[in-house]
């Protein structure tokens, strides 16, 4: 977790923080709660910017607690170097990568349209292969999340032909449209989703 990651969940008070986390791990179910409450919506707001999807958000950051709730005691025991705010991001970073590696958003050819991996290198450092599959994962929750703004004909297009790795010929089938029209379908499905990347940048 890099330090500018970090920074994006605001530390409580040093003495506080840690007399929470302690109540916390020992059992105190008022101690978390106040430890949700302070960091909730910096939780939220850290996963809205990796997922670019609030609803998606909403349910990680769920999840993020549920976990850190299961797993407080061991965290108590023994804190690490970043304190409870950088171990709820490695837990909210953790749920993002598990979410983007799963079945239901395996996104890899769709994605490679849009981020090419640069192979320029033969030989690159555990660190840099590393980095590159992290890029390569949230790379694959953009798009997911940019497949929304597409019609509902043009998501369901898309899904077959990525998600499902149908054919052209299949997808038309399924679909029951003329070649053509799937092929055009498709088309403009990934035209719209690369100017909705596009305007993203630019607002960045």
Aim: glycine share 6%.
């Amino acid at each position: 977790m890099s330090s500018q990651a970090n920074a994006k969940i605001s530390p409580m008070g040093g003495p506080v923080l840690a007399a929470l986390v302690a109540k916390a791990g020992a059992g105190d179910r008022d101690a978390f709660a106040t430890l949700y409450n302070e960091y909730q919506p910096d939780v939220y707001r850290y996963l809205v910017r990796r997922t670019r999807n609030r609803d998606l958000a909403e349910d990680l950051t769920q999840e993020v607690f549920v976990r850190a709730l299961r797993r407080i005691g061991d965290f108590a025991a023994r804190p690490g170097a970043g304190g409870f705010p950088a171990w709820l991001c490695v837990i909210a970073r953790n749920l993002t990568i598990d979410y983007a590696k799963s079945s239901r958003v395996r996104l890899e050819v769709l994605t490679g349209e849009f981020f090419e991996a640069d192979a320029s290198e033969e030989h690159e450092s555990a660190e840099a292969g590393a980095l590159r599959e992290l890029d390569a994962v949230e790379a694959t929750v953009v798009v997911t999340g940019v497949m929304r703004t597409l019609t509902p004909s043009q998501r369901v297009c898309v899904e077959m032909r990525y998600l499902q790795d149908l054919s052209l010929q299949e997808t038309a089938s399924a679909l029951g449209k003329a070649h053509g029209a799937v092929k055009t379908l498709t088309f403009r499905a990934m035209a719209s989703m690369r100017r909705t990347l596009a305007d993203e940048a630019v607002a960045a």
